[in-house]
């Protein structure tokens, strides 16, 4: 089973999920975005399985657990597989500096150690907003944590000025997570491209937008990009094929 060309191996081309037939999957890239960490941590057996399956030049990144970055009242609560005890609801997410927060951490760390994952992603809800709160718990939560040698990717939706997201992802070290068609990257080591299908899930990347993504990875060989849209399966392999391809004529590209 191949890898991606040696020539592009270092852009990190993928999907957010696995499909339920993977072998052509990591044939064609080189990364995908575990989901299921987000609703509850896999068990350790099954993440130490998928990493035995997929090549050893395969990439998983993760997503970080719910009880992190959500509050209690947000609908993904939902599908928890346990019921939280209703007197220290006030204790999950907004990066809290509580037992349980520490706790989710814990598991979330495991997991990404067994997988070998390089980076993990936080995404916070448009309920997370700008306040001198979260971004204190912010400041406490990743000056606290064992960084490893990950990339700490971290996509917060809602309404945060550029300034204040420049401003905490300098200080804190943490990889501004966006889609380029739609934002640019205020801060990061490396690029952590994230395509939603420019707010229409079931948006399929037309070729020109492709190229435009190959010249963006060209200008940034060492990032990540996750196609996480319903034709992700198809797209992130179209992608990849441009970059295999001799480079087209120079055009727009993608902000990144």
């Known amino acids: 089973m191949s890898s991606l060309p040696a020539r592009i191996v270092r852009a990190r081309i993928g999907c957010a999920g696995l499909p339920d037939e993977r072998a052509s999957f990591y044939a064609r890239l080189n990364v995908a975005e575990v989901q299921d960490t987000f609703y509850h941590p896999l068990p350790l057996r099954t993440a130490h399985s998928l990493r035995r399956e997929a090549p050893p030049a395969f990439e998983f990144t ?69 306040t001198p709160e979260n971004i204190e718990n912010l400041r406490r939560f990743f000056g606290r944590l064992d960084r490893r040698d990950y990339l700490l990717a971290w996509e917060p939706r809602g309404n945060w000025p550029a300034e204040t997201l420049a401003m905490v992802c300098a200080e804190l070290d943490l990889t501004h997570v966006v889609d380029p068609f739609v934002a640019r990257s205020r801060y990061s080591r490396r690029r952590y491209f994230r395509l939603n299908g420019m707010g229409e899930e079931k948006r399929r990347y037309t070729d020109e937008e492709l190229d ?9 060989p060492s990032a990540y990009c996750l196609f996480a ?28």
């Open 229 to 256: 849209n319903h034709h992700r399966f198809e797209d992130a392999p179209r992608l990849a094929s441009r970059l295999e391809a001799t480079p087209p004529a120079p055009g727009g590209p993608a902000r990144g």
């Open 212 to 220: 435009k993504l190959a010249a963006l990875l060209r200008k940034h």
């Open 62 to 130: 993760i997503r970080a657990w719910l009880l992190i970055t959500h509050d209690p009242s947000h609908p993904n609560y939902r599908h928890l597989r346990f019921t939280l005890p209703e007197e220290r609801k006030g204790a999950f997410g907004s990066f809290r500096d509580t037992e349980e927060v520490w706790a989710a951490w814990g598991k979330t760390d495991e997991v990404a150690q067994a997988l070998r994952a390089r980076a993990i992603f936080f995404r916070t809800p448009s309920a997370f907003k700008p």
